[in-house]
């Protein structure tokens, strides 16, 4: 889920009442808060820990909420997570840590730490491209033997992983693989063993990305030939619109400021969308059907 700001270190408040709600009308099966979409590393602490409590109050337990807690330090991690513990989240979501790099050895004894000290189950958070430091093969066998470790999401792109790590969770009933990418959403379901998708796009479109899930996970041949290549759309239009890495949130949080459901402030270090971008971002809207014409 994006994180609906109106300032540095102010949440859209009602923004984020709206946005919920037009989540779970998409039938999601659980939200994920401060993660990379959610631009968690650049949100300070106390705006972390309102975002997590008024996002448990609102849902109120119709879908698990799940926590980012991935932080430089150790001890923040294990404090947000108690309070996400004590509001009402069902999980945390954790990365390793950035900044300093890491090896596997090192990995695994900050895991062995820091999971015996969270109070809720965690997912392991792949995301190498950010954290510099991917959760390795065996490291990931040797974490799934530690009891509150629940699963896996992976965000690197890359299918062989992916097909690695099904083959290791068919070990381990009652882990689950969730995937990042939207455009690997029907493909790791259907042939890598993942168990559904954390993806950016269900903040603006969720019925779309639940459909494609759904689709996928009965089978469904002739409906996943259809879906994909809406997303497939969303991808190379929305998120396309500018020249950075940025983009992506940039472009989500252009469109749902442009759809009246949230504003589209960004923290530090990126800014906004320029009234040329939001044009662009409010025509591929009305092409694909999201925005009236």
């Known amino acids: 889920m994006i994180t609906p700001l109106l300032a540095r270190d102010e949440l859209d408040v009602a923004g984020l009442e709206r946005l919920l709600e037009h989540v779970l009308g998409g039938g999601v099966a659980g939200l994920f808060v401060l993660g990379t979409t959610g631009e968690a590393a650049s949100l300070g602490y106390r705006l972390r820990y309102e975002l997590v409590q008024r996002v448990c109050k609102q849902v109120a337990g119709r879908v698990p909420v799940l926590v980012g807690i991935t932080d430089t330090s150790f001890v923040e991690s ?14 945390v979501v954790l990365s390793s840590p950035y900044y300093h790099s890491v090896a596997q050895p090192e990995l695994w004894e900050y895991l062995q730490h820091i999971v015996a000290e969270l109070p809720l189950p965690v997912f ?29 999401k992976d965000s690197s792109g890359d299918m062989g992983y992916l097909h690695q790590v099904g083959r290791l969770v068919a070990e381990r009933p009652g882990w689950s693989v969730l995937v990042g990418p939207e455009d690997l959403l029907a493909e790791s379901v259907l042939f890598a063993g993942a168990h559904g998708g954390v993806n950016g796009g269900a903040n603006l479109a969720p019925r779309l990305y639940v459909e494609l899930y759904e689709a996928a996970a009965r089978r469904d041949l002739v409906r996943v030939t ?46 906004r969308f320029r009234a ?8 591929h809207l009305r092409d694909l059907g999201l925005l009236a014409p």
């Open 124 to 152: 392991l958070y792949n995301m190498p491209s950010l954290t510099k430091v991917p959760f390795a093969l065996d490291t990931l066998r040797r974490a799934m033997d530690l009891p509150r470790v629940a699963g896996i």
């Open 226 to 271: 259809e879906l994909p290549a809406r997303v497939v759309r969303i991808v190379g239009t929305l998120y396309a619109v500018g020249h950075h890495g940025s983009a992506v949130i940039k472009g989500l949080k252009c469109a749902l400021s442009l759809l009246g459901i949230c504003d589209d402030f960004m923290a530090e270090p990126f800014h």
């Open 78 to 91: 294990v404090r947000l997570a108690n309070h996400a513990a004590d509001v009402g989240a069902r999980a």
């Open 276 to 283: 040329p971008e939001r044009e662009v971002i409010g025509r």
